[in-house]
């Protein structure tokens, strides 16, 4: 098989290939950059994601809600101890209680740290696999024997809605990508036909003089490869420039939901990828373009 | 004796119009030298247009070189067009080409490596005389001179038919004979040769030729050629 590359000079100059003076390039930078964007977002999302479901689905807290101060805090030492004999807890933290007391301060400022409001004991639990409500309501029941007031939110409760909403976003963002390379086809199909009509006349001679239609296809899959390709490689290095700068802006921020989006090692050599396909399938549809125009001529 | 083409009650219509050609049939046998003479729009280029592939017949049956068109696969067509040359009335040169390149193109087309086609296209520009004017583009080229590149780009591949369009419509009358002489020596070389033309002179110069002749799309057969088995041709000057 002969690829498109490899047409010789003489080849290429029955259809002159107009690099970079007409809008096909640009255009395919301008979608490669999209496409590039919403797939670094989308991996991005499904690295938080992943990230998200393995460390912070597994944990829970323990709070114990008990006001007098000297039981509240054997309660919760018993409960840690108690928490540490059981099967499938990995670790069971005490958390001190001037931590507990600055996570009050958004709320009720300076004054949670030294007044003698009560606050809850807290216990943060690490799960070997993330727990389920029985198994966290199993656990509180027996817990209530050591410290009637307990109570045990688990992690993945509350976190459920996000990760439904990074999924749909992650969903959305692959969709971005399909529409913008369906978009991106359409483009190099209507450049193709508009190619194919502006050389309509140099195509027909070809044709009378025995030429065949994979010959024709093959001077537009060329052309339509050094665009995707030109197109490809600017719209990648915009992209790569763009991810780097957000990722320094997201490496920048407290560690929670969106800590972890970064883009992965396997997210880069799928982002650099991308144009390759994208050229790939713009030929395709530049071949199939040709030869379905092609076929209703005689 | 196998005809090179036979066309047998060929009909022609474009869309809904009436017919162009109306039963049309005749055979062409190889070797031989055909002017197909008619006034203006009595069907000359569509009959060309038939015989060099670039329509199909709205009814009636054609064979080229012994097999049947109509039915033949779109893939197959290339294959019997590289044996067929092709004049077209408006030269279709390819703006963007030399003339040297005008007239590599069937070569290159057929795959013909640069090194094997040289050759054949230099002495090609030199028998018309355009040598000078090789890597010249169509429109830096005159009438005549285009009108000869597009000759030479139809004999380069030696086929088995020529197909011209009113060839020497615009070229003074010693180019006219020398594109005869070159037509009439591909013709003894064995290629089957149709001129369409208006020029009654050039009828003169050919002795053997046959002739066929269209009016209002039906052909006439003065010479009796298209049934029979012309002669062999003789050039008088």
Avoid at chain 1, 171 to 200: P, S
Avoid at chain 1, 261 to 267: F, I, K, N, T
Avoid at chain 2, 75 to 103: E, K
Avoid at chain 2, 112 to 132: H, K, Y
């Amino acid at each position: 098989m002969r690829l498109p590359f490899t047409a010789n000079p003489h080849e290429r100059q029955l259809i002159p290939d107009g690099r970079f003076t007409g809008p096909m390039p640009w255009v395919m930078a301008i979608m490669l950059f999209l496409s590039l964007i919403a797939a670094a977002a989308a991996l991005s999302l499904a690295q938080s994601a992943r990230q998200g479901s393995e460390s912070l689905s597994r944990q829970a807290t323990v709070q114990i809600l008990e006001t007098d101060a000297d039981a509240r805090v054997a309660q919760q030492r018993e409960v840690a101890a108690q928490l540490r004999r059981q099967a499938g807890v990995k670790s069971a933290t005490i958390v001190p209680e001037s931590e507990a007391r600055a996570l009050l301060e958004p709320w009720l400022g300076d004054v949670a740290a030294d007044s003698g409001i009560p606050v809850p004991a807290l216990v943060d639990i690490e799960f070997s696999t993330a727990p389920d409500a029985a198994r966290l309501a199993t656990i509180e029941r027996e817990l209530s024997r050591i410290a009637p007031s307990v109570r045990i939110d688990g992690n993945a409760q509350w976190l459920k809605p996000w990760f439904d909403l990074i999924a749909s976003m992650l969903w959305l963002a692959l969709a971005i990508v399909l529409l913008l390379l369906f978009a991106t086809g359409a483009t190099v199909a209507l450049a193709v036909r508009g190619a194919l009509n502006t050389h309509k006349g140099t195509i027909e001679i070809m044709h009378m003089m025995g030429g065949t239609d994979l010959q024709v296809a093959r001077l537009f899959q060329r052309r339509v490869a050094l665009d995707s390709l030109f197109g490809g490689a600017l719209g990648l290095g915009l992209a790569v420039i763009v991810i780097l700068l957000l990722g320094e802006r997201v490496a920048a921020l407290e560690p929670g939901l969106l800590a972890g989006a970064s883009v992965p090692l396997y997210g880069w050599l799928l982002l650099l990828f991308i144009p390759v396909a994208v050229t790939g399938l713009s030929m395709a549809m530049a071949r199939w373009t040709v030869l379905s125009t092609l076929k209703k001529m005689l | 004796m196998q005809s090179v083409a036979e066309f047998d009650n060929v009909g022609l219509r474009y869309g809904t119009g009436a017919e162009t050609l109306t039963d049309v049939s005749f055979k062409l046998f190889p070797g031989s030298f055909y002017f197909l003479t008619g006034a203006s729009g009595a069907g000359k280029t569509s009959l060309l247009k038939l015989l060099y592939l670039a329509h199909r017949p709205s009814r009636g049956a054609i064979r080229m070189f012994g097999e049947d068109l109509v039915a033949m696969p779109r893939s197959r067509l290339p294959g019997f067009r590289r044996r067929i040359g092709v004049v077209f009335q408006d030269f279709r040169l390819v703006q963007h080409l030399s003339a040297f390149d005008n007239i590599a193109l069937p070569l290159r087309i057929a795959g013909i490596s640069e090194r094997d086609l040289v050759g054949p296209v230099n002495e090609m520009l030199d028998w018309i005389g355009l040598t000078e004017r090789s890597s010249a583009r169509p429109a830096t080229l005159s009438g005549g001179e285009q009108q000869r590149v597009a000759i030479a780009r139809a004999v380069i591949g030696r086929p088995e038919m020529l197909v011209a369009d009113e060839p020497t419509g615009n070229v003074d009358p010693d180019m006219a004979l020398r594109l005869l002489k070159l037509f009439a020596a591909l013709n003894r070389l064995g290629t089957t040769v149709v001129v369409a033309t208006h020029d009654i002179h050039l009828l003169q110069e050919i002795e053997g030729a046959q002739m066929m002749r269209l009016d209002k799309g039906r052909l006439s057969d003065p010479t009796g050629s298209l049934r029979h088995p012309p002669r062999p041709l003789v050039l008088r000057n």
